[in-house]
């Protein structure tokens, strides 16, 4: 079955413990991306790596790192994280950047404290 | 920059009525244009999608067209079901990005 996965599903950590959240997708994708979705909001992309090795700030990218180092996955990384970033992320992949068939993850609800 | 305005929600309807949600979008170009569904506790889903203008996709009876005229892709559907409710989002394809509106929740009571 075609899937993005992500893990964990929910998280509650204290500021300043870094973490990663990790996305693994089985479709052999090149394109994949990570969103925040607040509440008001919509959905904000955070990065975006168009191949392995190949990454790129998307619109919020302030106290957030990635890695594409295998083609199948795409971790989030949070080196200090800080109560403003308590949010539901979304880890999305696509067989190219025009996102015609873009499958996403289902989610991490994460809330730093 | 590029942007998606969706209608407010909630939008509340009863089984077997009408159904439009209105999106409208600025872009440079003529940007593919998607529907994206979330239902409680899931990812996002993608309901439908346009490539080109005048196009019209259309999945589980919802039915958006293209209309690069009045930069629209409202969404649409005859006869909604209970089990349709959920957050709908538009979006379109900007770049290396796709743009989000902010989510129109629908609530479809029996």
């Known amino acids: 079955e075609a899937q993005v996965t992500q893990n964990p599903r929910y998280l509650i950590t204290v500021t300043g413990k870094k973490l990663t959240v990790t996305c693994s997708q089985n479709?052999?994708?090149?394109?994949m991306s990570w969103y925040r979705q607040d509440p008001g909001l919509g959905l904000r992309q955070i990065y975006y790596?168009?191949?392995?090795?190949?990454?790129d700030k998307g619109d919020v990218p302030e106290g957030y790192k990635v890695s594409r180092k295998e083609k199948r996955n795409f971790p989030l990384i949070l080196e200090s994280p800080s109560p403003n970033q308590t949010s539901l992320y979304f880890c999305?992949?696509?067989?190219?950047?025009?996102?015609?068939?873009?499958?996403f993850g289902q989610g991490t609800r994460l809330t730093v404290v | 920059g590029d942007s998606v305005t969706q209608m407010e929600g909630p939008v509340t309807l009863s089984e077997e009525a009408f159904l439009t949600i209105n999106c409208t979008y600025t872009a440079t170009g003529y940007p593919s244009l998607f529907w994206y569904v979330q239902y409680p506790g899931e990812g996002l889903q993608l309901l439908l999608k346009a490539t080109k203008a005048d196009d019209k996709g259309s999945n589980k009876g919802f039915e958006a067209t293209y209309r690069k005229e009045t930069t629209s892709f409202h969404l649409e559907k005859g006869s909604v079901q209970v089990s349709d409710s959920a957050v709908y989002f538009c979006a379109s394809q900007a770049g290396t990005a796709l743009i989000f509106g902010k989510g129109t929740t629908l609530s479809v009571s029996s």
């Open positions: 790596s168009m191949n392995v090795e190949v990454t």
């Open positions: 999305a992949s696509s067989p190219n950047q025009r996102h015609t068939e873009a499958f």
């Open positions: 479709m052999n994708h090149e394109y």
